[in-house]
């Protein structure tokens, strides 16, 4: 099973710029890709250009804006006391990743005609550990990031 850095980086994109900025800047990484740049994590079946967003991977792909801009929105609402550091990141960063998986596996449910059991365990549950490690490690970081920057300016 591939593990792919894409989703660090989409959660990461959303705790470090405004919910416009992610959104857009993962929109033109699905342009770019789309236009055959190679971007995108390689495909099962060697597909590239548009027909990677196309293919069974482009559900998880064209949700990418939608999480970076939620993880974004919900990160910078939050007001309580631990909301901007770890916790909050954490929490927003979960919540963010949640539309890359649900459209991914509808996306593949519709392509592959498959039940939702089967979905669910080729698309979903060998993931959420591999998800897990990517939310933390993109809280850590963007609160890092935050703690580092209270102290410089």
């Known amino acids: 099973m591939p593990l792919t850095l894409q989703t660090l980086a989409v959660l990461l994109l959303g705790l470090l710029l405004s919910p416009r900025m992610a959104a857009g ?85 519709v392509l592959t005609h498959a039940s939702a059991q089967s979905i669910l365990t080729i698309a979903v549950l060998p993931f959420l550990p591999g998800d897990a490690l990517k939310v933390i490690s993109a809280a850590a970081l963007a609160a890092g990031f935050v703690r580092l920057r209270r102290r410089i300016g």
């Open 25 to 109: 800047t993962l929109g033109v990484y699905l342009a770019e890709g789309a236009l055959g740049l190679p971007v995108f994590a390689p495909g099962p079946l060697g597909s590239a250009g548009f027909a990677h967003l196309i293919g069974p991977t482009g559900g998880y792909l064209l949700a990418y804006p939608m999480a970076a801009a939620l993880t974004s929105f919900l990160w910078r609402r939050m007001t309580w006391n631990a909301g901007r550091g770890f916790t909050g990141a954490a929490i927003s960063a979960a919540i963010g990743s949640l539309p890359i998986m649900a459209l991914g596996a509808v996306w593949l449910a």
